[in-house]
């Protein structure tokens, strides 16, 4: 699988993947297999985002570009939907990678356009239910990638 430094990069970048993740990926590897590219040594051996991409650096560049900002948007969403960000930080977050990443399913626009809307309506103290619903709807498609990516990896869906 030539993607899986792709995949996992996109998940680290957005704290999706933890180094626990990672490192019992790459030791599970190292145990099944006779021989590893060296990638997954350092992989293993890695503790932090920083180090994961530092790692990974060779192979991201030997596989060649992919767009991965898509699946870094749907980890985002998914990290999100788990509770372990705000939906004002989740918007925040997802709006500045859709502007600075290769993503193509979801433009800036989309999540600046709620947050704006959710700050008036915060201090209006207003619901937003239906802010929610359009965002559910805006990346979906993005979070169907990141699950598909997480499979592939062979890894199970964290509950939290």
């Known amino acids: 699988m030539e993607f899986e430094a792709h995949y996992w990069a996109a998940a680290a970048k957005v704290d999706f993947a933890t180094p626990i993740d990672w490192r019992n990926w790459a030791d599970r590897k190292i145990e099944q297999n006779e021989t590893v590219d060296y990638w997954i040594i350092e992989m293993s051996l890695s503790s932090t985002v920083a180090e994961l991409l530092s790692a990974i650096d060779e ?13 870094m948007l749907g980890f985002l969403f998914w990290n999100y939907k788990l509770g372990r960000i705000t939906f004002r930080d989740f918007l925040e977050k997802a709006g500045w990678i859709a502007d600075c990443s290769n993503a193509t399913k979801v433009g800036p626009e989309g999540p600046n356009r709620v947050l704006n809307e959710l700050e008036v309506r915060n201090a209006q ?18 979070w169907l990638l990141a699950k598909e990516n997480w499979r592939t990896l062979g890894l199970k869906e964290p509950n939290q």
């Open 125 to 142: 103290r207003q619901c937003f239910d239906d802010l929610i619903k359009r965002i559910d709807t805006m990346f979906e498609e993005c």
């Open 59 to 71: 192979q991201l560049s030997a596989v060649g570009h992919i767009l991965d900002g898509d699946a």
